[in-house]
């Protein structure tokens, strides 16, 4: 990693601080103080902020660091359902809501605290009913309702290990991951609903399991009238398991190392990796950055736009914001039905304070214009947070501008499904700078090396590296250590990313995209995401993704596909403005050879651009496993 970036073109025009409110407030109130006092004792830190929760019993140990496997709280046993609801719903946050859902047309309903401890240890004395074991894998295919959240918890409640998919992934997909973690059971719906239809998912699990030695019974939530008809030797009604059992269920004791879920992330290449993570840990990081990086106040209503299938569900709609004694927001809606405005509205009705989304999201916005978010009232918000992939300078500029009208921090967080819980973001209070996610949070070492691990200098790219051992970080790929192993082992006694930064001269860090995505152009290497970030800083483009395509001369040139913002069409004239544009931005090196106008990109589930699908289209060869793509 040679090659200089000149970070300055690639967004740090502008530092915006806060209202000095936030920092005064903050729970954090002094980043620098807080990272010094976690440097200057790790496990006191971690150890301090894990006494905020309840243990049946407490560690011997902080943490039992044997390169390259961890034990976090070292023999404390804990239930992660009862931080997330008998503490609550058992105390003075008992009538608090905590769960607000909203379908669509007039479809809502929310739970209380107590409400919803009531209603988790109903399902789990259910699942009890029906023969779900302490250690059993559960896998959950629902769409975005109460029930989905409901299960998960209830799994936890009984220490059986939940196993989520997304409910936009396709039979196969499902099935692999069904087979893999040999789910005993599955927890699914006759539908979800997006955009007013109903999409069967039934039907998918119907095809997943035909193949699927490990599945004994598939529970069903019926949400359509007429019930769809079950099939008596497998097949249960979500509701009527719950018919005749207890209200009670006492929380299963589980070891801080014990299994609390798996959850399949999409390689960039090869199978999908099952990531286990353990209930200690991953509770306690969960907990201290939903507390400390959107610093969660006692009346915030929360908004996560991601899905309870995704890692950002997991930690920040369901175990954190619960753990924290949130109130949770959730829509089964999309946010352009019936119309562009169906999300502001949501944010006025009902006075979201803290909203979390995603890039890809903002993008969409800005490509529809400022007159939907402008309809509504967004005065309620206080903090808003982005996920997922790089936050370009112009996306966080409108985000900053037209959703949070100058008053809201940004934290645009980065982190992985391996890591659990945020990584490295800019705390609120802190001054921000667009493009850049910011600095590793207190409790974290992160840094950007050369391939020997050294660090490398401000301005230069690197790979993005964690240093310490995190609680809530993975333990291991199911069945496969040696891709967990390979993690630890690419740069020893590091965690590699897998994705390339940069850091600037106030120790700032830019997320450049995977390191998988650099391209060689002339020797030289180019972050795709940095070529897409000029690209998307031109007025007329709404998005971009850049490939590389082998070349005799050069050994790879940039292709960039280009998707126009609403009033402009595509021309030679504009195709040149934009490659004209980009030498502008970044330097001749980084021009793209050729431009392609299209309609749309392929993107995962989970709204990242699949580049490597647009490689294949463009090369003629096999994409490789597409199972993730959207359509
Ligand atoms: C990318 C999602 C830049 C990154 C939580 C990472 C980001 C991968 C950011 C993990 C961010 C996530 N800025 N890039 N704020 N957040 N990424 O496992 O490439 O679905 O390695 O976890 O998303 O994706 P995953």
Same mark, same amino acid.
């Given at each position: 990693?040679?090659?200089?970036?000149?970070?300055?073109?690639?967004?740090?025009?502008?530092?915006?601080?806060?209202?000095?409110?936030?920092?005064?407030?903050?729970?954090?109130?002094?980043?620098?103080?807080?990272?010094?006092?976690?440097?200057?004792?790790?496990?006191?830190?971690?150890?301090?902020?894990?006494?905020?929760?309840?243990?049946?019993?407490?560690?011997?140990?902080?943490?039992?660091?044997?390169?390259?496997?961890?034990?976090?709280?070292?023999?404390?046993?804990?239930?992660?359902?009862?931080?997330?609801?008998?503490?609550?719903?058992?105390?003075?946050?008992?009538?608090?809501?905590?769960?607000?859902?909203?379908?669509?047309?007039?479809?809502?309903?929310?739970?209380?605290?107590?409400?919803?401890?009531?209603?988790?240890?109903?399902?789990?004395?259910?699942?009890?009913?029906?023969?779900?074991?302490?250690?059993?894998?559960?896998?959950?295919?629902?769409?975005?309702?109460?029930?989905?959240?409901?299960?998960?918890?209830?799994?936890?409640?009984?220490?059986?290990?939940?196993?989520?998919?997304?409910?936009?992934?396709?039979?196969?997909?499902?099935?692999?991951?069904?087979?893999?973690?040999?789910?005993?059971?599955?927890? $699914? &719906? #006759?539908? *979800?609903?997006?955009? +007013?239809?109903?999409?069967?998912?039934?039907?998918?699990?119907?095809?997943?399991? %035909?193949?699927?030695?490990?599945?004994?019974?598939?529970?069903?939530?019926?949400?359509?009238?007429?019930?769809?008809?079950?099939?008596?030797?497998?097949?249960?009604?979500?509701?009527?398991?719950?018919?005749?059992?207890?209200?009670?269920?006492?929380?299963?004791?589980?070891?801080?190392?014990?299994?609390?879920?798996?959850?399949?992330?999409?390689?960039?290449?090869?199978?999908?990796?099952?990531?286990?993570?353990?209930?200690?840990?991953?509770?306690?990081?969960?907990?201290?950055?939903?507390?400390?990086?959107?610093?969660?106040?006692?009346?915030?209503?929360?908004?996560? $736009? &991601? #899905?309870? *299938?995704?890692?950002? +569900?997991?930690?920040?709609?369901?175990?954190?914001?619960?753990?924290?004694?949130? %109130?949770?927001?959730?829509?089964?809606?999309?946010?352009?039905?019936?119309?562009?405005?169906?999300?502001?509205?949501?944010?006025?009705?009902?006075?979201?304070?803290?909203?979390?989304?995603?890039?890809?999201?903002?993008?969409?916005?800005?490509?529809?214009?400022?007159?939907?978010?402008?309809?509504?009232?967004?005065?309620?918000?206080?903090?808003?947070?982005?996920?997922?992939?790089?936050?370009?300078?112009?996306?966080?500029?409108?985000?900053?501008?037209?959703?949070?009208?100058?008053?809201?921090?940004?934290?645009?967080?980065?982190?992985?499904?391996?890591?659990?819980?945020?990584?490295?973001?800019?705390?609120?209070?802190?001054?921000?700078?667009?493009?850049?996610?910011?600095?590793?949070?207190?409790?974290?070492?992160?840094?950007?090396?050369?391939?020997?691990?050294?660090?490398?200098?401000?301005?230069?790219?690197?790979?993005?590296?964690?240093?310490?051992?995190?609680?809530?970080?993975?333990?291991?790929?199911?069945?496969?250590?040696?891709?967990?192993?390979?993690?630890?082992?690419?740069?020893?006694?590091?965690?590699?990313?897998?994705?390339?930064?940069?850091?600037?001269?106030?120790?700032?860090?830019?997320?450049?995209?995977?390191?998988?995505?650099?391209?060689?152009?002339?020797?030289?290497?180019?972050?795709?995401?940095?070529?897409?970030?000029?690209?998307?800083?031109?007025?007329?483009?709404?998005?971009?993704?850049?490939?590389?395509?082998?070349?005799?001369?050069?050994?790879?040139?940039?292709?960039?596909?280009?998707?126009?913002?609403?009033?402009?069409?595509?021309?030679?004239?504009?195709?040149?403005?934009?490659?004209?544009?980009?030498?502008?931005?970044?330097?001749?090196?980084?021009?793209?050879?050729?431009?392609?106008?299209?309609?749309?990109?392929?993107?995962?589930?989970?709204?990242?651009?699949?580049?490597?699908?647009?490689?294949?289209?463009?090369?003629?060869?096999?994409?490789?496993?597409?199972?993730?793509?959207?359509?």
């Amino acid at each position: 990693m040679a090659e200089k970036f000149d970070v300055k073109s690639i967004g740090q025009e502008s530092s915006y601080s806060p209202d000095p409110s936030y920092k005064q407030n903050a729970w954090v109130r002094d980043y620098n103080w807080t990272y010094r006092e976690f440097l200057s004792n790790p496990d006191e830190f971690w150890g301090n902020v894990a006494r905020e929760l309840e243990w049946y019993k407490p560690w011997d140990k902080v943490r039992d660091w044997n390169y390259p496997y961890a034990k976090w709280f070292v023999n404390g046993k804990l239930n992660i359902t009862y931080n997330c609801l008998d503490r609550h719903a058992l105390g003075k946050n008992r009538n608090k809501i905590a769960l607000i859902w909203r379908g669509e047309g007039e479809a809502g309903r929310f739970y209380t605290y107590n409400q919803l401890y009531k209603a988790v240890m109903r399902f789990a004395n259910g699942l009890k009913k029906i023969g779900v074991k302490r250690g059993d894998c559960v896998c959950i295919y629902m769409p975005l309702v109460p029930e989905q959240i409901i299960a998960m918890l209830a799994c936890a409640r009984i220490g059986a290990i939940h196993n989520v998919v997304f409910a936009g992934f396709g039979a196969g997909a499902l099935n692999f991951r069904m087979n893999d973690a040999e789910a005993k059971f599955v927890i $699914t &719906a #006759d539908v *979800g609903m997006r955009r +007013g239809k109903a999409l069967p998912l039934k039907i998918i699990v119907d095809e997943a399991i %035909t193949n699927a030695p490990s599945v004994e019974r598939v529970i069903v939530l019926r949400r359509q009238e007429p019930p769809i008809e079950l099939h008596q030797e497998i097949e249960v009604d979500f509701n009527e398991i719950m018919e005749g059992v207890e209200v009670d269920c006492k929380p299963e004791v589980m070891d801080a190392e014990d299994l609390l879920f798996y959850l399949y992330t999409s390689g960039s290449t090869g199978a999908p990796k099952g990531v286990v993570h353990t209930c200690g840990g991953y509770m306690v990081g969960v907990y201290h950055t939903m507390k400390c990086v959107f610093d969660l106040k006692e009346d915030d209503i929360y908004w996560c $736009t &991601a #899905d309870p *299938g995704w890692i950002t +569900g997991h930690s920040y709609i369901v175990y954190g914001p619960l753990c924290a004694g949130a %109130t949770v927001f959730i829509t089964e809606r999309t946010p352009d039905f019936p119309d562009p405005g169906a999300w502001w509205r949501l944010i006025e009705e009902q006075c979201i304070t803290i909203f979390y989304t995603a890039p890809t999201a903002i993008r969409m916005f800005m490509k529809l214009g400022e007159e939907w978010p402008n309809k509504y009232d967004l005065s309620s918000l206080r903090i808003l947070g982005s996920v997922g992939e790089p936050l370009n300078p112009e996306a966080f500029e409108w985000h900053y501008q037209v959703i949070g009208k100058t008053r809201c921090p940004i934290v645009d967080t980065w982190w992985q499904t391996e890591a659990g819980m945020h990584m490295i973001t800019t705390l609120v209070g802190e001054p921000m700078k667009p493009g850049f996610a910011g600095k590793a949070i207190p409790g974290v070492v992160a840094d950007v090396v050369d391939k020997n691990g050294r660090p490398v200098q401000t301005g230069q790219g690197g790979f993005l590296v964690i240093k310490e051992p995190w609680p809530s970080m993975f333990r291991t790929v199911l069945k496969n250590d040696e891709r967990y192993r390979k993690y630890w082992f690419t740069i020893p006694n590091t965690y590699t990313a897998g994705d390339l930064a940069v850091k600037d001269t106030d120790g700032y860090i830019m997320v450049l995209g995977r390191a998988d995505d650099v391209i060689i152009v002339a020797g030289h290497n180019i972050g795709t995401a940095e070529v897409e970030s000029a690209l998307v800083s031109h007025r007329a483009v709404a998005e971009a993704a850049a490939i590389g395509k082998p070349d005799p001369l050069k050994g790879n040139i940039l292709k960039a596909f280009v998707i126009l913002r609403v009033g402009h069409t595509p021309s030679d004239k504009l195709r040149s403005e934009l490659i004209h544009h980009v030498r502008m931005t970044l330097g001749p090196i980084a021009m793209p050879s050729e431009i392609e106008f299209v309609d749309s990109l392929p993107k995962t589930r989970s709204g990242k651009i699949m580049r490597r699908v647009l490689k294949a289209k463009e090369l003629g060869i096999d994409p490789g496993d597409i199972s993730t793509l959207e359509d």
